[in-house]
Structure formats: structure tokens, C-alpha cells
């Protein structure tokens, strides 16, 4: 088993695990802590925008802490920030998945920016194994493999034969934000796109990507810990070979989870938990299942940034 394979299995089994747990205490502000642990569900983990996910804009760009108070004021109205408050879709919405012409990160030029001139192939591990990035003090780190319709390793991209990538990436380090928050962050993901060559009619993309981030510091309410664990799994998402606006996953299911727990100095931990399964069939809109601190509801949204009709 790989490295990154243990590394996803370790931290998926938290988000997997997450529980609709709650300390039982009050923090120094009272409510405005369960606020805190809702507000956390609207956006991404520090650094968790570089590995492979469906989720929306780079939690970065918020600087997200848990009185609310981020790069850009207030970030208030609960799960789906990124979807214009209550009731949307946790992380920023689906924007990490329908990338930029809705071509799901699979338009021109996808395989240059993934397999790149000082990508190297190592005949050892059958990957190509790209230099590390250091972005915020976060060392980033990915690896490419190429196969053949019968699972071959190949150790060059041939436009006939190349059928399947497998990409796999970390995120790991710690980081002091904008405004001088400790953040510790530990991602990883693993994506597999097959159905590549010119014999194929369709692509199917599988894979996981998980995380955790432990954010520390002081705010408005106190001196805080908040931890945030994040999954993300895709399974048999079926896309037509040709993608674009109005072409939608043919099948297959995404599941993303969240579980944000904010502790204040003197305080018990208040802990809240989200799950999202999305479920595709060709049409403009998804089927959605949403449990959030055990409680389910069903709902429908449409593609590619809609916000969720629930009953």
C-alpha cells in the first residue's frame, strides 16, 4: 500500500467517522459558538483547494475563523457560502467539479497542467513523480500514472492508446494566516479518469480526497482551537467523451462530508457534522441526500450551481 493510499485511508476513516457530537458546553459567547461551528461548513480547509475535490472556491481566499471574521468580513448564513446562504451546498458549492466551460477540469489543456515538462517517470514506481511545491509554507506534492485499455503502465501519453490517468496529490504543513491564525493541514487525494483514448465513448471518473485542518487563535470570543476534517468521494461519474455547457454526469455518485468542531479557552468543544450525496443520471438535475447532525432530508438541485430544493 502506498504512502499517500495509508495517508487517505487514515484521514478518511475521521470524516467517515464523523458523529453529530456536541461537548455539551456553552462557549464564552453562548450561541454564537454553534454560528461559529455553522459557518465553518461554508468554505474549504486551508490548502485543500490544491488536491483533487468537487468542492467550490479555495477556502483560502476567506480566511475562515470561527467568530465569522475573515478576509472579507462576516461570513454568516450557515452550510453553502459559496451558494448565498442556508439550505446550499457545504464548501463553495459544486464549483471544484464543473470547472470553466462546465468542462469538469477535463478541458484544453488538463494533461499539460497534471503531466507537466519536469514531471519525471520512475520505472521503479510506474509514475511519473513531479517536483514539490511550496505554497504558504504547505509542501504540495503529486504523482501521474498512465494505462493502457488493459491496465498496462505506460511511460509515455499516446493520444490512440492512453486510456486511464491516475493522479494523486498532499498537502501537508503548517501555515500562519493573514491574521496570524496557526493553521496545521494534512489533504490528500487520489482521482482516477479512464475512458481516455480515441476508442472510448465514455470517461468515468473515481476517487477520494480527504483532510483535516486544525486552526488556532485568538478572535472576538476568545482564544479558540478549530478543527475541520473534510472527505470526498466520487464513484463511476460518467461523463459523454464530448464535455461542455449543458452535458451533465451520465451516473455515478459524489459524497462529501464535513465535520467543524470550535473550542474556546475554558470551554467544551462544540462539534457539528454534514453529509451531501449527490447522485447523477444525464439530466440538469441531481438527486441529493443531505444529513446534517443526524438528521436526513432529501432534496433535488440543479446543475451546475443550484441551490437545493428540499422536502
Same mark, same amino acid.
Given at each position: ?29 453562548? +450561541? ?20 483533487? +475535490?468537487?468542492?467550490?472556491?479555495? #477556502? ?7 467568530? #465569522? ?7 454568516? #448564513? ?35 497542467? %497534471?503531466? +507537466? ?58 501555515? %500562519?494566516?493573514? +491574521? ?7 489533504? /490528500? ?8 483514448? $480515441? ?54 455518485? %459524489?459524497?462529501? $462530508? ?8 475554558? $470551554? ?13 443520471? #444525464?439530466?440538469?438535475? /441531481?438527486?441529493?441526500? %443531505? ?17 437545493? $430544493?428540499?422536502?
Amino acid at each position: 500500500m502506498t504512502r499517500i493510499t495509508l495517508r487517505l485511508a487514515a484521514v478518511a476513516l475521521v470524516a467517515g467517522l464523523a458523529a453529530c457530537a456536541d461537548g455539551g458546553g456553552d462557549s464564552p459567547t453562548g +450561541n454564537s459558538t454553534e454560528l461559529a461551528v455553522t459557518n465553518g461548513f461554508a468554505t474549504m480547509p486551508v490548502g485543500f483547494d490544491e488536491v483533487e +475535490n468537487t468542492f467550490g472556491n479555495p #477556502g483560502d481566499s476567506t480566511g475562515w475563523r470561527p467568530d #465569522g471574521m475573515g478576509r472579507h468580513g462576516p461570513h454568516g #448564513g450557515g452550510p453553502g457560502g459559496g451558494q448565498g446562504g442556508p439550505g446550499g451546498l457545504m464548501g463553495g458549492g459544486l464549483g471544484g467539479f464543473f470547472g470553466p466551460g462546465h468542462d469538469f477540469h477535463l478541458g484544453r489543456g488538463w494533461l499539460a497542467a %497534471i503531466l +507537466n515538462g519536469t514531471c519525471v517517470f520512475d520505472a521503479a514506481s510506474g509514475r511519473f513523480l513531479c517536483p514539490d511545491r511550496v505554497r504558504d509554507s504547505l509542501v504540495i506534492t503529486h504523482s501521474v500514472a498512465l494505462y493502457d485499455a488493459l491496465g498496462a503502465v505506460q511511460s509515455a501519453w499516446d493520444t490512440a492508446t492512453t486510456d486511464k490517468v491516475n493522479l494523486q496529490k498532499t498537502v501537508t504543513g503548517t501555515t %500562519i494566516r493573514w +491574521n496570524g491564525d496557526t493553521a496545521v493541514v494534512n489533504h /490528500a487525494s487520489d482521482r482516477t479518469i479512464a475512458g481516455l483514448s $480515441s476508442a472510448a465513448t465514455r470517461r468515468v471518473l473515481d476517487g477520494t480526497s480527504a483532510g483535516t485542518e486544525t486552526l488556532t487563535g485568538t478572535d472576538t470570543a476568545g482564544t479558540f482551537t478549530a478543527t475541520r476534517t473534510v472527505g470526498d468521494t466520487l464513484v463511476g461519474v460518467t461523463l459523454p467523451k464530448q464535455v461542455g455547457r449543458g452535458v451533465y454526469p451520465l451516473a455515478g455518485t %459524489i459524497t462529501r $462530508s464535513m465535520e467543524v468542531s470550535v473550542t474556546y479557552a475554558g $470551554s467544551d468543544p462544540v462539534t457539528r457534522s454534514r453529509r451531501e450525496v449527490l447522485t447523477f443520471d #444525464g439530466t440538469a438535475t /441531481a438527486s441529493l441526500v %443531505i444529513t446534517q447532525n443526524g438528521v436526513t432530508k432529501t432534496c433535488t438541485v440543479p446543475l451546475p450551481h443550484g441551490r437545493p $430544493s428540499c422536502s
